[in-house]
Nanobody, 115 residues
């Protein structure tokens, strides 16, 4: 079973930046596609970004140009650099495989964008 531990969330003003980090406990890290997801109360969890095993990335339209996903295969770490944050980016952020393992969701990290 793969374990995911997210960190780096916090409270930030609109227009601010945060970098989220996720430690992935698996021996196959370098071979898997990973995703960042977010969830707000009462809504389904949504995929925000995907970073492929070879580093290619995809983003949902609302974060394109503002968020950047990256990975460090030597440290089993995946990151989400978030710039120009908006109030609507407020959510709990999670990492998982691109096709999420249902039983492996971590605690997530809360991002709150507020003036």
């Amino acid at each position: 079973q793969i374990q995911f531990v997210e960190s780096g969330g916090g409270l930030v003003q609109p227009g601010g930046s945060l970098t989220l980090a996720c430690k992935v406990d698996t021996t196959i890290f370098s071979t898997v596609n990973l995703g960042w997801f977010r969830q707000t109360p009462g809504k389904q969890r949504e995929s925000v970004a995907v970073i492929k095993a070879r580093g290619g990335t995809n983003y949902i339209d609302s974060v394109k140009g503002r968020f950047t996903a990256s990975r460090d295969n030597t440290k089993n770490m995946v990151y989400l650099q978030m710039n120009s944050l908006r109030v609507e980016d407020t959510a709990v952020y999670f990492c998982n495989l691109e096709s999420p393992l249902v039983n492996s969701w971590g605690q997530g990290t809360q991002v709150t964008v507020s003036a």
